[in-house]
Nanobody
Framework: QVQLVESGGGLVQAGDSLRLSCAAS????????MGWFRQAPGKERTFVAA????????SYADSVKGRFTISRDNAKNTVYLQMNSLKPEDTAVYYC??????????????????WGQGTQVTVSS
């Protein structure tokens, strides 16, 4: 069992940066694939970024590629999402997710086994 707790969200202006963190409990974190998803009001949850168990493989949604960076520190049981050049359309609740299948990356939410409670990111224009 893995518990995930996100932090780092907030209200920022367009062009600003934020770094989200997701702290995981459990000794098996380093073997899990990790992902970030987001959900805007009235919209479905969508893929943002994912990282393999080792950090050697990453993938991004086209909408954030070049602006967001996912990383992980297995010694700290933490995954990060560095968000630069934020836009109003990035406003959403951001969720961290863990997948027991650690190989590669995956963009499909249903593949992930554990989810955090989410952290709100609001970008004003």
């Amino acid at each position: 069992q893995v518990q995930l707790v996100e932090s780092g969200g907030g209200l920022v202006q367009a062009g600003d940066s934020l770094r989200l963190s997701c702290a995981a409990s459990g000794r098996t974190f380093s073997s899990y694939r990790m992902g970030w998803f987001r959900q805007a009001p009235g919209k479905e949850r969508t893929f943002v970024a994912a990282i393999s168990w080792s950090g050697g493989s990453t993938s991004y949604a086209d909408s954030v590629k070049g602006r967001f960076t996912i990383s992980r520190d297995n010694a700290k049981n933490t995954v990060y999402l560095q968000m630069n050049s934020l836009k109003p359309e990035d406003t959403a609740v951001y969720y961290c997710a863990a997948d027991r299948d650690g190989l590669g990356t995956d963009r499909l939410a249903f593949k992930y086994d554990y989810w955090g409670q989410g952290t709100q990111v609001t970008v004003s224009s």
